[in-house]
């Protein structure tokens, strides 16, 4: 590897990080866009992107102050991108000379922008000189205060009007590094004790959770590879406890997992007790990964490429003591992982995914055992994906009770938790949960 690629100029990594945006922009995720940079331009076009994406809205507005008629698209996205950076610079990692003359440099050395190289020059250059007087001009923007879309902003505020606040606070935030012991393997004080020795700082601990103080990279976690420990957002972790209570681990009760990859729940529930677990998983690629996510962790399911929802294709009959539905979604309630999601979704999708949710609980309830639970959980934070779901689901379903659930835990940090009374202490993602129990008749 040359000394140009261990460390790209700033303007190379400024150019793919357009790219990455763009792609966002026209409906490819942020994770999709991301695998598509160059390897030794990754790490530092993904902390801009998250930057960039965490304060669009703000870059947007002020723009729009600076210039009435956006430029084409890559000299838009290069100008929101710089200017996302250099509006508030407290977290930067370069000061704002060098993003704005690097951004210039950028911009002459790609030929979509190269025309526009003085254009956004003259506007970066007019903001350092009139910033507060711009951000001000901004502020009754509710893109700008809060960086999400208007139509977001609006149905937060709607589904939870008493928190919608924290909500939009919390999901600027960055994320903890969240870890679930496998207890089949080592005890979490055990876990711990390998962590300090390896110089790994933790936070808090809760059951097999470990919550570390600062994120580190896997294969600096004592036996990842030999499957002590998986990394696994708290609010996650919730799942296959919940769906499990009670059941002893040396029990074989048969569980579907549907829609299961890249497998962390899965893995999670055969952790929890010998399980006869059948894994379902649309996408092939995706399947793979809870191939490779069960083989670090030594655990074997039954993995199958389904459409969960289309039964005649994968179910032999036999019905299950246990459903595990992790339903597809918006995941508005992982954008402080996943910043671009925000700005990916459009607000006709709330809608789809919510029908196509219900399509997953109508096709999936009759496969369960009468006494059996099916859990229904979604990562958003929408009402739409969780509880007007569950309203629909039981009016359709007399055989169904709902047992005591989470419902919505809403996104938040640990210290922010009192902002949240229904919230479980801890720093966590947002999510839905509700456990259904099939009546005997």
């Not at 589904?159 to 960055?174: C, E, V």
């Not at 962590?195 to 580190?216: C, K």
């Not at 569980?255 to 006869?276: I, M, N, Q, S, W």
Request: aromatic residues 6%; contains cysteine.
């Amino acid at each position: 590897m040359t000394d140009i690629e261990r460390t790209p100029p700033l303007w190379r990594q400024l150019q793919a990080t357009v790219l990455v945006l763009m792609d966002v922009a026209d409906g490819v995720s942020g994770t999709v866009a991301m695998e598509r940079v160059p390897a030794h331009l990754r790490g530092g076009v993904q902390a801009l992107s998250f930057h960039a994406w965490r304060n669009l809205g703000r870059a947007k507005a002020i723009r729009e102050k600076l210039a009435k008629k956006a430029p084409p698209p890559a000299a838009d996205t290069l100008l929101c991108l710089v200017l996302g950076l250099v509006w508030e610079t407290s977290h930067a990692r370069y000061d704002e000379f060098t993003l704005v003359n690097q951004a210039v440099e950028c911009a002459k050395k790609t030929p979509s922008t190269r025309t526009h190289a003085n254009f956004i020059n003259a506007c970066l250059r007019r903001f350092l000189r009139e910033r507060e007087a711009l951000v001000a001009a901004t502020n009754d923007r509710p893109e700008a205060r809060w960086n999400h879309p208007a139509w977001w902003i609006k149905r937060v505020k709607q589904d939870h009007p008493q928190s919608w606040q924290t909500i939009l606070q919390n999901a600027n935030r960055h994320p903890p590094m969240t870890l679930r012991v496998n207890e089949r393997k080592i005890q979490s004080s055990e876990y711990h004790q390998q962590l300090r020795n390896a110089g790994v700082d933790v936070a808090r601990i809760s059951g097999s959770l470990i919550e570390l103080t600062r994120a580190v990279p896997v294969n600096a976690l004592p036996g990842f590879s030999d499957g002590l420990v998986s990394v696994q957002d708290g609010a996650a972790q919730m799942a296959a406890k919940l769906l499990l209570a009670g059941v002893p681990a040396n029990a074989h009760p048969r569980v579907l997992d549907a829609c299961a990859a890249p497998g962390g729940k899965t893995a999670h529930l055969l952790e929890l007790c010998d399980a006869d677990v059948l894994a379902l998983e649309v996408d092939s690629q995706r399947a793979e990964r809870i191939h490779q996510t069960l083989n670090r962790l030594g655990l074997t399911a039954n993995v199958q490429t389904a459409d969960a929802a289309d039964t005649s294709i994968w179910w032999n009959g036999n019905p299950f003591d246990y459903v595990l539905l992790d339903a597809p979604c918006t995941a508005s309630g992982i954008v402080r992982r996943h910043p671009d999601i925000r700005w990916l979704r459009r607000e006709s999708e709330v809608l789809q995914l919510a029908a196509e949710q219900k399509k997953l609980l109508a096709a999936l309830w009759p496969m369960l055992n009468p006494g059996g639970k099916m859990l229904f959980c979604t990562c958003s934070i929408f009402r739409a994906e969780g509880a007007n779901q569950v309203e629909t689901f039981l009016e359709s379903n007399k055989d169904a009770v709902l047992l005591p659930s989470p419902g919505h835990l809403l996104p938040q940090g640990g210290q922010l938790g009192q902002d949240v009374a229904d919230n479980l202490h801890g720093d966590h993602d947002g999510f839905f949960y509700a456990l259904f129990e099939k009546k005997h008749f």
